[in-house]
Protein backbone atom coordinates (compact mmCIF):
# COMPACT_ATOMS: atom_id res chain seq x y z
CA UNK A 1 0.00 0.00 0.00
CA UNK A 2 1.22 3.01 -0.49
CA UNK A 3 0.25 7.15 0.14
CA UNK A 4 -2.08 8.85 -2.44
CA UNK A 5 -0.72 12.81 -2.30
CA UNK A 6 -2.55 15.73 -2.74
CA UNK A 7 -1.67 18.51 -5.50
CA UNK A 8 -2.70 21.65 -5.29
CA UNK A 9 -1.48 23.65 -8.56
CA UNK A 10 -2.95 27.15 -8.04
CA UNK A 11 -6.70 26.62 -8.80
CA UNK A 12 -5.89 23.35 -10.51
CA UNK A 13 -6.22 20.63 -8.03
CA UNK A 14 -5.47 16.81 -8.88
CA UNK A 15 -4.28 13.20 -6.94
CA UNK A 16 -1.16 11.97 -7.27
CA UNK A 17 -0.78 7.74 -6.53
CA UNK A 18 2.80 7.01 -5.01
CA UNK A 19 2.44 3.51 -5.79
CA UNK A 20 4.44 0.17 -6.47
CA UNK A 21 3.90 -1.49 -10.04
CA UNK A 22 0.89 -4.96 -9.94
CA UNK A 23 0.33 -7.35 -12.09
CA UNK A 24 -1.40 -6.21 -15.81
CA UNK A 25 -4.81 -6.49 -14.40
CA UNK A 26 -4.38 -5.35 -10.87
CA UNK A 27 -5.14 -1.93 -10.16
CA UNK A 28 -2.93 1.01 -8.02
CA UNK A 29 -3.90 0.69 -4.55
CA UNK A 30 -3.11 3.66 -1.60
CA UNK A 31 -3.57 4.38 1.89
CA UNK A 32 -5.68 7.33 3.08
CA UNK A 33 -4.11 10.90 1.85
CA UNK A 34 -1.17 12.49 3.50
CA UNK A 35 -0.43 16.78 2.96
CA UNK A 36 3.60 16.50 0.45
CA UNK A 37 5.50 18.81 -0.97
CA UNK A 38 4.95 18.71 -5.06
CA UNK A 39 7.17 19.46 -8.02
CA UNK A 40 6.07 18.54 -11.20
CA UNK A 41 9.86 18.85 -13.03
CA UNK A 42 10.88 16.06 -10.33
CA UNK A 43 7.91 14.21 -10.84
CA UNK A 44 7.56 13.86 -14.04
CA UNK A 45 11.53 12.98 -14.64
CA UNK A 46 10.32 9.69 -12.25
CA UNK A 47 7.67 8.96 -14.58
CA UNK A 48 9.31 9.44 -18.27
CA UNK A 49 11.32 6.23 -19.70
CA UNK A 50 12.96 5.33 -23.26
CA UNK A 51 11.29 2.72 -25.20
CA UNK A 52 13.56 1.22 -27.32
CA UNK A 53 12.59 -1.21 -30.08
CA UNK A 54 13.48 -3.04 -33.48
CA UNK A 55 12.64 -2.36 -36.59
CA UNK A 56 11.31 -4.79 -38.85
CA UNK A 57 14.81 -4.43 -40.84
CA UNK A 58 16.23 -4.63 -37.24
CA UNK A 59 17.65 -1.64 -36.72
CA UNK A 60 17.23 -0.17 -33.39
CA UNK A 61 14.69 2.66 -32.89
CA UNK A 62 14.04 4.67 -30.00
CA UNK A 63 11.27 6.75 -28.42
CA UNK A 64 9.89 8.41 -25.05
CA UNK A 65 7.22 7.55 -23.27
CA UNK A 66 5.82 8.67 -19.67
CA UNK A 67 3.16 6.80 -17.44
CA UNK A 68 0.39 8.37 -15.31
CA UNK A 69 -2.37 6.70 -13.30
CA UNK A 70 -6.59 6.13 -14.48
CA UNK A 71 -8.50 6.24 -11.72
CA UNK A 72 -10.86 3.42 -11.22
CA UNK A 73 -14.83 4.91 -11.89
CA UNK A 74 -16.71 5.45 -8.41
CA UNK A 75 -12.94 4.25 -6.45
CA UNK A 76 -10.98 7.45 -5.25
CA UNK A 77 -7.73 5.48 -4.26
CA UNK A 78 -7.57 3.11 -6.88
CA UNK A 79 -6.65 3.33 -10.40
CA UNK A 80 -4.30 1.65 -13.21
CA UNK A 81 -0.83 2.22 -15.01
CA UNK A 82 -1.25 4.13 -18.41
CA UNK A 83 1.69 4.31 -20.79
CA UNK A 84 1.34 7.25 -22.89
CA UNK A 85 4.05 7.77 -25.94
CA UNK A 86 3.40 8.93 -29.71
CA UNK A 87 1.80 6.36 -31.70
CA UNK A 88 4.64 6.18 -34.39
CA UNK A 89 6.98 4.99 -31.61
CA UNK A 90 4.82 1.86 -31.29
CA UNK A 91 4.20 1.62 -35.04
CA UNK A 92 7.73 1.39 -35.74
CA UNK A 93 8.44 -1.06 -33.56
CA UNK A 94 8.76 -4.44 -35.14
CA UNK A 95 7.72 -7.84 -32.77
CA UNK A 96 5.18 -8.47 -29.87
CA UNK A 97 8.10 -6.90 -27.41
CA UNK A 98 9.72 -3.48 -26.67
CA UNK A 99 12.34 -2.33 -23.71
CA UNK A 100 10.94 0.12 -21.39
CA UNK A 101 14.02 1.06 -19.67
CA UNK A 102 12.75 1.43 -16.06
CA UNK A 103 14.79 2.71 -12.92
CA UNK A 104 14.91 1.51 -9.20
CA UNK A 105 15.18 3.18 -6.57
CA UNK A 106 18.09 2.19 -4.05
CA UNK A 107 17.25 4.76 -1.67
CA UNK A 108 16.79 8.94 -1.70
CA UNK A 109 18.64 9.76 -4.34
CA UNK A 110 20.54 6.55 -5.74
CA UNK A 111 18.53 4.83 -8.79
CA UNK A 112 19.84 2.04 -10.87
CA UNK A 113 18.67 1.11 -14.82
CA UNK A 114 16.03 -1.69 -15.09
CA UNK A 115 15.69 -2.91 -18.49
CA UNK A 116 11.92 -3.98 -18.46
CA UNK A 117 10.24 -5.82 -21.84
CA UNK A 118 6.99 -5.23 -22.17
CA UNK A 119 4.18 -6.90 -23.76
CA UNK A 120 3.07 -3.85 -27.36
CA UNK A 121 1.34 -6.47 -29.45
CA UNK A 122 -0.54 -10.15 -29.40
CA UNK A 123 0.01 -12.37 -31.84
CA UNK A 124 0.69 -9.53 -33.76
CA UNK A 125 -2.18 -7.50 -32.98
CA UNK A 126 -1.55 -3.90 -31.17
CA UNK A 127 -1.98 -3.89 -27.61
CA UNK A 128 -2.54 -0.08 -27.60
CA UNK A 129 -5.00 2.40 -28.68
CA UNK A 130 -4.20 4.90 -31.39
CA UNK A 131 -6.18 8.21 -31.63
CA UNK A 132 -7.78 7.80 -35.41
CA UNK A 133 -6.66 11.27 -35.58
CA UNK A 134 -3.03 12.48 -33.53
CA UNK A 135 -0.30 10.84 -33.01
CA UNK A 136 -1.36 9.61 -29.72
CA UNK A 137 -1.10 5.91 -28.31
CA UNK A 138 -2.11 4.32 -25.00
CA UNK A 139 -2.27 0.96 -23.29
CA UNK A 140 -2.58 -0.45 -19.79
CA UNK A 141 0.92 -2.05 -18.75
CA UNK A 142 1.83 -4.01 -15.44
CA UNK A 143 4.96 -2.91 -13.79
CA UNK A 144 7.80 -4.72 -11.46
CA UNK A 145 6.26 -5.33 -7.93
CA UNK A 146 10.10 -3.33 -6.63
CA UNK A 147 9.29 -0.45 -9.41
CA UNK A 148 8.10 2.99 -7.67
CA UNK A 149 6.73 5.41 -9.80
CA UNK A 150 5.14 8.48 -8.27
CA UNK A 151 1.90 8.47 -11.03
CA UNK A 152 0.00 11.36 -12.00
CA UNK A 153 -3.37 11.23 -12.51
CA UNK A 154 -4.85 11.94 -16.05
CA UNK A 155 -6.81 14.86 -14.68
CA UNK A 156 -3.01 16.77 -15.05
CA UNK A 157 -3.60 16.64 -18.61
CA UNK A 158 -4.69 19.92 -19.90
CA UNK A 159 -8.14 20.51 -21.97
CA UNK A 160 -9.46 23.46 -23.89
CA UNK A 161 -10.92 25.24 -20.43
CA UNK A 162 -7.57 24.57 -18.90
CA UNK A 163 -5.74 26.57 -21.59
CA UNK A 164 -8.80 29.10 -21.29
CA UNK A 165 -8.95 29.76 -17.64
CA UNK A 166 -5.09 30.44 -17.13
CA UNK A 167 -4.76 32.08 -20.27
CA UNK A 168 -1.79 29.97 -22.42
CA UNK A 169 -0.60 32.14 -24.94
CA UNK A 170 2.16 32.46 -27.36
CA UNK A 171 5.77 33.42 -26.10
CA UNK A 172 4.39 31.16 -23.04
CA UNK A 173 7.81 28.98 -21.60
CA UNK A 174 7.02 25.01 -21.36
CA UNK A 175 9.00 22.37 -20.54
CA UNK A 176 9.38 19.17 -22.25
CA UNK A 177 11.14 15.82 -21.59
CA UNK A 178 12.83 13.07 -24.02
CA UNK A 179 15.98 10.72 -25.15
CA UNK A 180 17.51 12.72 -28.30
CA UNK A 181 18.95 10.37 -30.10
CA UNK A 182 18.58 7.77 -27.32
CA UNK A 183 20.89 10.40 -24.91
CA UNK A 184 19.87 10.14 -21.31
CA UNK A 185 20.76 12.80 -18.44
CA UNK A 186 22.36 10.05 -16.84
CA UNK A 187 23.68 6.64 -15.96
CA UNK A 188 19.95 5.12 -14.35
CA UNK A 189 18.46 6.49 -17.54
CA UNK A 190 16.29 9.36 -16.23
CA UNK A 191 15.57 11.91 -19.60
CA UNK A 192 16.87 15.24 -20.30
CA UNK A 193 14.56 18.34 -19.89
CA UNK A 194 14.65 21.21 -22.67
CA UNK A 195 12.76 24.30 -22.74
CA UNK A 196 11.15 26.55 -24.84
CA UNK A 197 8.27 29.19 -25.65
CA UNK A 198 4.74 28.26 -27.47
CA UNK A 199 5.48 29.24 -31.20
CA UNK A 200 1.98 28.91 -32.64
CA UNK A 201 -0.78 30.62 -32.90
CA UNK A 202 -4.05 29.82 -31.72
CA UNK A 203 -4.10 27.17 -29.69
CA UNK A 204 -8.05 26.89 -29.45
CA UNK A 205 -10.18 24.74 -30.27
CA UNK A 206 -7.76 22.17 -29.88
CA UNK A 207 -10.15 19.67 -31.98
CA UNK A 208 -9.40 21.78 -34.63
CA UNK A 209 -5.47 22.79 -33.81
CA UNK A 210 -5.04 19.94 -32.96
CA UNK A 211 -1.06 20.65 -32.46
CA UNK A 212 0.85 23.10 -31.58
CA UNK A 213 4.86 24.19 -32.13
CA UNK A 214 7.34 24.67 -29.50
CA UNK A 215 10.60 26.49 -30.09
CA UNK A 216 13.08 23.63 -28.91
CA UNK A 217 15.49 21.87 -30.72
CA UNK A 218 14.32 18.49 -30.26
CA UNK A 219 15.38 15.02 -32.13
CA UNK A 220 14.78 11.40 -32.62
CA UNK A 221 14.21 9.56 -29.49
CA UNK A 222 12.11 12.71 -28.42
CA UNK A 223 8.86 11.70 -29.58
CA UNK A 224 6.26 10.86 -27.52
CA UNK A 225 7.89 12.59 -24.05
CA UNK A 226 5.81 15.31 -22.07
CA UNK A 227 5.42 18.83 -22.63
CA UNK A 228 4.11 21.02 -19.53
CA UNK A 229 4.13 23.91 -17.92
CA UNK A 230 5.02 24.38 -14.26
CA UNK A 231 4.81 28.06 -13.51
CA UNK A 232 4.09 30.72 -10.49
CA UNK A 233 2.16 34.06 -10.57
CA UNK A 234 -0.20 33.50 -13.41
CA UNK A 235 -2.98 35.01 -14.97
CA UNK A 236 -6.62 33.09 -13.94
CA UNK A 237 -9.75 35.20 -15.58
CA UNK A 238 -7.63 38.63 -15.69
CA UNK A 239 -6.11 38.57 -12.50
CA UNK A 240 -2.99 37.25 -11.21
CA UNK A 241 -3.42 34.36 -9.31
CA UNK A 242 -0.76 34.12 -6.51
CA UNK A 243 0.91 30.36 -6.23
CA UNK A 244 2.07 27.60 -8.75
CA UNK A 245 0.50 26.46 -11.41
CA UNK A 246 1.37 22.89 -13.49
CA UNK A 247 -0.56 20.88 -15.74
CA UNK A 248 0.53 18.65 -19.01
CA UNK A 249 0.51 20.70 -22.42
CA UNK A 250 0.80 17.38 -24.39
CA UNK A 251 3.88 15.17 -26.12
CA UNK A 252 6.34 15.73 -28.28
CA UNK A 253 5.30 13.70 -31.84
CA UNK A 254 7.88 15.23 -33.96
CA UNK A 255 10.71 18.07 -35.26
CA UNK A 256 9.60 20.62 -37.34
CA UNK A 257 11.56 20.13 -41.19
CA UNK A 258 11.99 21.29 -44.57
CA UNK A 259 13.27 20.06 -47.34
CA UNK A 260 15.79 21.78 -49.21
CA UNK A 261 16.66 20.91 -52.96
CA UNK A 262 19.80 21.80 -53.68
CA UNK A 263 19.98 21.45 -57.50
CA UNK A 264 23.50 20.82 -59.67
CA UNK A 265 24.13 20.72 -63.54
CA UNK A 266 23.95 16.70 -63.97
CA UNK A 267 21.80 16.28 -60.92
CA UNK A 268 19.59 17.00 -57.49
CA UNK A 269 19.14 16.07 -54.36
CA UNK A 270 16.86 17.12 -51.18
CA UNK A 271 17.81 17.72 -47.34
CA UNK A 272 15.77 17.88 -44.08
CA UNK A 273 16.05 21.72 -42.79
CA UNK A 274 15.75 21.39 -39.18
CA UNK A 275 14.16 24.49 -38.19
CA UNK A 276 14.72 23.96 -34.07
CA UNK A 277 11.19 23.36 -33.75
CA UNK A 278 8.87 20.76 -31.96
CA UNK A 279 5.60 19.92 -32.92
CA UNK A 280 3.23 18.61 -29.95
CA UNK A 281 0.08 17.24 -29.86
CA UNK A 282 -2.51 18.37 -27.59
CA UNK A 283 -2.94 17.16 -24.17
CA UNK A 284 -6.97 16.95 -24.91
CA UNK A 285 -6.15 14.57 -27.53
CA UNK A 286 -4.18 12.51 -25.06
CA UNK A 287 -7.39 12.35 -22.45
CA UNK A 288 -9.70 11.37 -25.51
CA UNK A 289 -7.33 8.52 -26.45
CA UNK A 290 -7.37 7.33 -22.57
CA UNK A 291 -10.69 7.74 -22.70
CA UNK A 292 -11.22 5.40 -25.83
CA UNK A 293 -9.15 2.30 -22.95
CA UNK A 294 -11.79 0.08 -21.74
CA UNK A 295 -12.96 1.39 -18.15
CA UNK A 296 -10.06 0.21 -15.35
CA UNK A 297 -11.27 -2.42 -13.11
Known amino acids: MKKMLFVFTALLA ?3 FCSVGSAQNSPITKTPPAQKDFE ?12 EGRTAQGQQTLGTGFIMGRPIPNQSDRGRYVLITAAHVLDGMAGDTALLHLRRKIDENKFEHVPYQIAIRSNGQPLWTKNPNADVAVMYIQIPNEIVIPILPTTLLADDKTLSDFQVHPGDELECLGYPL ?4 NDAGFPILRSGRVASYPLLPTATTKTFLLDVRVFKGNSGGPVYLWDSNRLYHGSIHFGTVGFIMGLVSQEELVPQVTVGPYDQSVHQLQLDLAVVIHANLIKQTIDMLPAPQ
Open 14 to 16: ALV
Open 182 to 185: GSAS
Open 40 to 51: LNSVLMECTFML
